[in-house]
């Protein structure tokens, strides 16, 4: 029974017993007095019959002021006591209750908010001890970050529906590149945690890769994975390989996808295609001309001087066609020519350290730096290299007794010049030549290759010479510099990693029209604001702002937000400028409505949209959804409402007054993004709330949010 | 005097031309047909030129052009570097090693005659 419902029966109680009471005393004085007498004070009462009503009424507003005061003091202040004290339970430990009410009831609060305290310090050294055992659990899970992180290959590892668990820094730029390409401030990225990965790689491919592994597993296959290539939203060839989970044989509870964008390689061999074309067919004319004219001369000896000279010019205009025509073929494709076997991109100091190295751990040289050109950047087989220099320094050592090296990398033009320096007589070229040509095995262990080979592979030259006025020695290896593959080069600037890695998504549902079924701790939700021009969607106000942060398993991942400023097209009040701060200035070339909500439609797909005072912000999408074509059908929930779901009591429903009871710091607000990550946070407290009062489900949520009061404003 | 410059080149084509094109202008020619007989006919011919093909027999163009510059009576001998590759690693090794000049076929006849009497010291 609700405090007012109480109250109201109380009060009509005591009024029905207070009249009863009087009706009745003067009815038994009525029958027992004498007939005169009765006469006698019916004219009395008649003569003061205002004075008694004035009485009787006064007694009632008396006795309704002190029903009053009790309830207030007594009553109300306990329920208000008893929701507060559940807050402190559930949500925000830190919480204290105001003294209010009479004597008792603040005895009682006292009492309260002195068992909060030792509950609080109860629960803080609890989870003291329990961030202790997380903390092994967590250095753990940075380890396999870290190691990720490091890798130049994309990793994604989905769960058997195909939402994504696990993902790197690789992975994320190699599939956002093409929504960045769409807006600006690279918002819109598909890969996120709990995203679907058929938003990324086609459905069927996925599936057939499957099947291979399934079928792999069927026939007995040890290590089944499947290799496909597709091409990425950003128009990437991506080259992939597929690995299943599997807890217990043969049932695949999900996979490990390694991708790499292998576009660059693909186009150089392409591109060496078109060269060798290009050349054929140039070569063949000039050289059908030339060859006319010679056996054209050489046939008809007695020919007139002047028709042989004219041959014979033909001749010399046809081999300088043919060398521009080489020299502008080679300069064009310099990069392709050169690149024609598949290495790695890696920075020359880098390399130089690993010779360093591979000379101090096999060879036990002294090795030091004198000089580093960075950054500068190298195509190379760093393996190979490494083994072929490590060969012509052991036998550097054995042959000449050098066992102290240094070495400098010097950028010249489109080339690097790698030195190797020591005191001493340089290697004469017979003796180089020989080293050369011998595999680069040292100790039983290296690489097949020759040093020759290796550097032919590269394009690049090697030799050896001296400056005899310092008596220094040097090997030069010659190699083409290269510019580095855009994407992993520049590591990205996000370095909170441990918001890419949540295994519980293991067991989240798949994707269904089921959602009402399912408990509001395990659904994803994108938590969204949106700034406008003005209060009145129907009469022309504009969104000029959306900010949306996602919620999975329960946490909050504050970088993989949506957060795009949105052109109006028309003018900015005053008064809301006041508000949100945003002037006309700053919304001029940004992207259009138009442009901008497919954005957020396809950051806001398959999860639940969460709001506060959600409809008014729905009423501007629903306004745009005939321009857009787009309808935001999933379903929506409103901290105002579940608020007022939780807290029936309390007055106030602001986002700031929610975010103070609920303990949620208060940053950045009126931005769309600031507000949204509020939202987000006390979302998350209010789950517990409501959890209290029976409130699981999204089916729950959205029955309760309906019964409360607000839920009937319409905009 | 004529000036004496040695040729060494193994394909006979370019060595034809080239000998016409040095006799003609009045210099005393020898033909080397590999990277040995290059190091030999220096001693022996005393070449104060040398056109040298980078690809040859036995040992390279580098070679040869690094031996020469090793020995200090050789140093007023002028190299010109000729390769069919012309790759820029090489003409950066050939200008390493001491070579004065560096020349990628297919070359014009005025071009390379003009660069010899550069470097021979000779006005045109």
């Given at each position: 029974m609700s405090p007012r419902l109480k109250y109201l029966l109380a009060v009509a109680g005591l009024f029905g017993f207070v009249i009863a009471l009087i009706v009745a005393g003067s009815l038994a004085a009525w029958s027992s007095m004498a007939a005169q007498d009765r006469v006698t004070l019916a004219r009395v009462v008649y003569a003061n019959l205002n004075l008694l009503v004035f009485c009787t009424l006064a007694l009632l507003a008396g006795l309704g002021w002190f029903v009053h005061l009790f309830f207030k003091a007594y009553i109300y202040a306990a329920s208000v006591v008893r929701e507060e004290t559940r807050t402190i339970l559930t949500a925000n430990p830190s919480h204290r209750i105001d003294l209010a009410g009479a004597f008792e009831i603040q005895q009682v609060v006292h009492s309260i908010n002195t068992l909060a305290d030792r509950y609080q310090a109860l629960q803080s050294e609890e989870e003291a001890r329990i961030r202790e055992a997380k903390a092994d659990v967590e250095a753990e899970k940075n380890r396999l970050a870290a190691l990720m992180s490091e890798l130049t290959q994309s990793v994604l590892v989905c769960n058997g529906e195909g939402r994504i668990l696990l993902y790197n820094n690789s992975a994320w730029q190699l599939f956002s590149q093409g929504a960045a390409r769409r807006s600006s401030n690279g918002a819109g990225g598909l890969v996120g945690l709990g995203r679907s990965i058929f938003g990324i790689i086609d459905r069927n491919l996925i599936v057939h890769a499957l099947d291979n592994i399934h079928h792999r597993i069927a026939q007995g296959d040890a290590n089944p994975v499947s290799q496909f290539v597709t091409t990425s939203k950003g128009g990437q060839l991506v080259r992939g390989q597929m690995a299943p989970v599997r807890d217990q044989r043969p049932a695949i509870t999900g996979f490990v996808l390694t991708m790499e964008d292998v576009t660059r390689r693909v186009e150089r061999s392409s591109r060496r295609d078109i060269l060798l074309r290009s050349l054929t067919e140039q070569t063949r004319s000039a050289l059908a001309n030339i060859r006319a004219a010679v056996e054209t001369i050489l046939d008809y000896p007695e020919m007139a001087p002047d028709r042989r000279n004219q041959f014979t010019q033909m001749i010399q205009e046809e081999t300088l066609r043919l060398g521009a025509q080489l020299d502008h073929t080679l300069t064009e494709f310099a990069e392709d020519v050169k690149t024609a076997w598949l290495l790695e991109d890696m920075l020359g100091g880098d390399l130089v350290a690993a010779l360093r190295r591979g000379f101090e751990n096999k060879l036990e040289i002294t090795t030091r730096v004198e000089e580093l050109d960075e950054p500068l950047w190298l195509n190379v087989d760093s393996y190979a290299i490494v083994q072929a220099m490590t060969y012509i320094m052991s036998r550097l050592k054995s042959d000449?007794?050098?066992?102290d090296v240094s070495f400098k990398l010097k950028a010249a033009g489109r080339l690097a010049r790698l030195d190797m320096l020591w005191h001493g007589p340089a290697i004469d070229a017979e003796t180089l030549r020989g080293w050369e040509q011998q595999p680069s095995i040292v100790d039983g262990a290296g690489s097949p290759l020759t040093l020759q080979e290796v550097v032919e592979r590269h394009g690049g030259e090697v030799w050896c010479s001296a400056d005899r006025e310092s008596q220094t020695a040097y090997l030069r290896l010659l190699l083409p510099v290269t510019e580095p593959e855009?994407?992993?080069s520049e590591p990205a600037a996000e370095v909170s990693r441990p918001e890419f890695y949540d295994f519980d998504l293991y067991h989240q549902p798949g994707q269904s029209p089921e959602w009402d079924q399912r408990l509001l701790a395990e659904l994803t939700y994108t938590v969204f604001d949106t700034e406008t021009t003005g209060l009145s969607p129907a009469e022309g106000d504009e969104i000029i702002s959306i900010g949306a942060v996602r919620i999975v398993n329960g946490r909050l991942l504050r970088h993989e937000v949506f957060d795009q400023l949105i052109n109006p097209d028309r003018p900015i009040t005053e008064a809301s400028i006041r508000i949100h701060g945003m002037t006309p200035q700053m919304l001029r070339g940004q992207p259009t409505i138009e442009q901008a909500l497919p954005l957020f439609y396809q950051f806001a797909e398959d999860t639940v949209l969460v709001g506060h005072n959600a409809a008014f912000d729905m009423r501007f999408f629903q306004i745009k959804q005939a321009q857009t074509g787009l309808a935001f059908t999933q379903p929506v929930l409103d901290t105002l409402l579940l608020s007022a779901a939780a807290h029936p009591n309390q007055a106030e429903h602001s986002l700031e007054a929610i975010a103070r009871r609920l303990g949620v710091p208060v940053i950045g607000r009126h931005t769309a993004l600031g507000d949204a990550i509020v939202t987000g946070e006390v979302f998350l407290k209010l789950i517990p709330l409501l959890i209290e009062q029976g409130i699981r489900t999204l089916k729950d949520a959205r029955e309760a949010a309906q019964k409360t009061y607000y839920a009937r404003i319409k905009y | 005097m004529a000036k004496r410059v040695l040729i060494v080149d193994d394909e006979r084509n370019i060595v034809t031309a080239l000998e016409f094109l040095m006799e003609l202008n009045g210099y005393q020619v020898k033909v080397a047909r590999d990277g040995e007989e290059a190091l030999i006919y220096v001693v022996t011919f005393k070449p104060d030129l040398l056109l040298l093909d980078v690809m040859l027999p036995i040992r390279s163009g580098f070679e040869v052009c690094q031996k020469i510059r090793e020995n200090v009576e050789m140093q007023h001998i002028k190299i010109i570097m000729l390769t069919a590759k012309g790759r820029d690693v090489e003409v950066d090794k050939g200008l390493a090693l001491g070579a004065d000049a560096y020349i990628t076929k297919p070359f014009g006849t005025r071009e390379l005659l003009a660069l010899v009497r550069q470097l021979l010291g000779e006005s045109q």
């Open positions: 000449r007794g050098v066992d855009p994407g992993w | -």
